[in-house]
């Protein structure tokens, strides 16, 4: 699994839309060979049929679509965005923690979120995401779970 790799993490990214937060993040797993192009219009595909489902907590967003849409292996890439994006969500909104989620199949998706809910689980975790500078500092707060 990929999990926040270096090539998989971009910080104050500049989005003005749910759906450019998404394709950011997206591109970042393309990029990285670990999703098909499709994959990634599968992500946005899936917040304009379904609304934000995936803004999960405040600040947090963790947009994905189906494996048979064209995950290579299981991956989590991260974006922080520069301003925060309102997805349109009800108590979560705005998100400035942009996850997207790659999996290949169901068990992998357990597997990633159960990666992502010990890392997110800490309120004190979420704060220093939103405060790091470099990749050396995610890897430091994830070596902390």
Request: charge should be negative; charged fraction near 25%; glycine fraction near 6%.
């Amino acid at each position: 699994m990929k999990f926040l790799d270096k090539s998989l993490v971009a910080l104050d990214v500049n989005a003005n839309s749910p759906e450019e937060a998404i394709r950011e993040t997206g591109k970042l797993l393309y990029e990285s060979e670990l999703v098909e192009d499709s994959y990634v219009e599968a992500m946005v595909n899936s917040f304009n049929e379904n609304g934000p489902y995936f803004v999960l907590a405040p600040n947090i967003a963790m947009p994905h679509a189906r494996p048979e849409d064209g995950v290579k292996e299981a991956c989590v890439s991260f974006i922080r965005l520069k301003e925060p994006v309102r997805f349109g969500h009800d108590s979560n909104d705005p998100v400035q923690l942009v996850f997207g989620l790659g999996a290949s199949s169901s068990d992998e998706h357990l597997s990633v979120l159960q990666k992502l809910m010990g890392l997110l689980g800490d309120p004190a975790n979420i704060d220093k995401l939103l405060e790091v500078n470099n990749h050396d500092e995610i890897n430091h707060i994830i070596g902390g779970n």
